[in-house]
């Protein structure tokens, strides 16, 4: 633990110490059974080791424990055996080496959510669960929340490294599995009312929630695996259309980058971020079933050529298609990337938002890439004409948003994607 995380986890860790011990002095200190604040620490540092992903980090189910614990022992004792079932949960991995001795500190802060419950219950003299009590309960609910919040933002005031949103979002994610599980610890200090030790039901339910956290993490894991070989094909299919027509592959990695940014500065989702990203790599892809001589032919095509070149959309589709999954998606956008939004484009005559919006994106950039390119024929439109051209045929050839959306980003970045 360096020097600035230290001084980040002392004063949170001085005032636990400073309110367990008002607590101790002025709270109800009457007899418990020694045998439940055993339990209750083992099994709340048991429940710790049961790691659930959610968001950007992870949570642990102790609030099934947690809850009956404020119902079983007496308030002031609540809060020193939260930290000591976290000590406890982290003393392998301290006499391991994998964690420093200082990481004490840690758990004195992370145990701060019990001191507002804890004082609840100690000012309202709580005792057995009861509904009639439930405004109290919903208090030290809010108290618990306030308190995780509170800890984390004074380690953030001393630690300024840490991104004040991720700090939210932590919270915010904690506060939803607590909230879900606290009904679930009610039910257990319920059944600790029938039966001692009632509480340790609740223990299965915990290893099963594992087990199926385990499950997603490893389904997660798979699909990543999976992502990562469609992308390997779809770079590998880019590199065979470099190899067999360098303008065409040099052309579709020019589209790549400037149809990435067009989405971004649309706003969609990743996923469809990913379609415009493989669709804009492989929307000529077809081109390689395409003769040659049509391809390279130094002047415009004859309306014959055109009728073979207009299959290369169509081709594309079918290559990918049988790759099938990620790139099943993809060869939707590669047919549909030379559809004009008033429904005058081929193959299928698609307008308006008909034709899917990875390949509109894709359509402008591919148009944009085109125009700025010198060929044997013709040379390069100047950059300004260009995007003069996307504006006057924005809402006939393509969708108006996104060819707006293309010439905000082309002038913000003038000169970044003008092709050669």
């Known amino acids: 633990m360096g020097r600035r995380e230290l001084a980040a986890q002392a004063p949170v860790a001085a005032l636990f110490v400073l309110a367990v011990g008002a607590l101790l002095a ?54 020193p055996a939260a930290a000591a079932a976290i000590v406890l949960e982290r003393l392998p991995a301290i006499v391991a080496g994998r964690l420093h001795p200082h990481r004490v500190l840690n758990a004195l802060g992370d145990a701060w959510f019990a001191i507002g419950p804890a004082t609840v219950f100690e000012l309202a003299d709580l005792g057995e669960p009861s509904l009639e009590d439930w405004p109290f309960y919903v208090l030290a609910l809010a108290s618990q929340f306030a308190g995780d919040l509170g800890s984390w933002a004074l380690r953030e005031l001393s630690d300024h490294d840490m991104p004040r949103r991720s700090v939210l979002q932590e919270w915010r994610e904690a506060v939803m599995v607590d909230l879900l599980l606290s009904p679930i610890g009610l039910l257990a200090a319920y059944a600790t009312v029938l039966q001692p030790q009632g509480y340790l039901l609740v223990l299965p339910l915990a290893a099963l929630l594992s087990v199926f956290a385990r499950e997603r993490r490893e389904r997660i894991d798979n699909a990543i695996e999976l992502s990562a070989a469609y992308r390997g094909t779809a770079l590998l299919l880019g590199e065979v259309l470099t190899t067999d027509d360098e303008y065409t592959g040099v052309h579709s990695q020019g589209v790549v980058d400037l149809a990435l940014v067009i989405a971004d500065e649309l706003g969609v989702y990743d996923e469809e971020r990913r379609l415009v990203e493989f669709g804009a790599m492989l929307h000529d892809i077809g081109k390689i079933t395409t003769p040659k001589e049509i391809i390279n032919k130094a002047g415009p095509l004859s309306a014959e050529e055109w009728v073979l070149m207009r299959q290369h959309t169509l081709a594309g589709q079918r290559l990918l298609d049988r790759v099938g999954g990620t790139l099943h998606d993809v060869g939707l956008v590669v047919r549909s990337s030379h559809e004009r939004y008033d429904g005058r484009g081929y193959p299928d005559g698609l307008s308006g938002e008909q034709i899917p919006l990875a390949a509109r994106i894709v359509a402008v950039a591919d148009a944009y890439s085109a125009m700025t390119t010198r060929r044997s024929y013709r040379d390069a439109l100047p950059h300004e004409v260009a995007i003069e051209e996307l504006k006057a045929n924005a809402g006939s050839q393509f969708d108006p948003q996104v060819a707006a959306a293309a010439v905000r980003v082309l002038k913000s970045q003038a000169g970044v994607y003008v092709s050669v």
């Open 26 to 79: 002025f709270g109800r200190t009457e007899d418990f059974g020694v045998i439940d604040l055993v339990l209750l620490v083992v099994a709340t540092a048991v429940l710790g080791r049961f790691e659930f992903e959610i968001g950007r980090g992870y949570t642990v189910p102790t609030q099934l424990m947690f809850v009956p614990m404020l119902f079983i022992l007496p308030p002031a004792v609540v809060a």
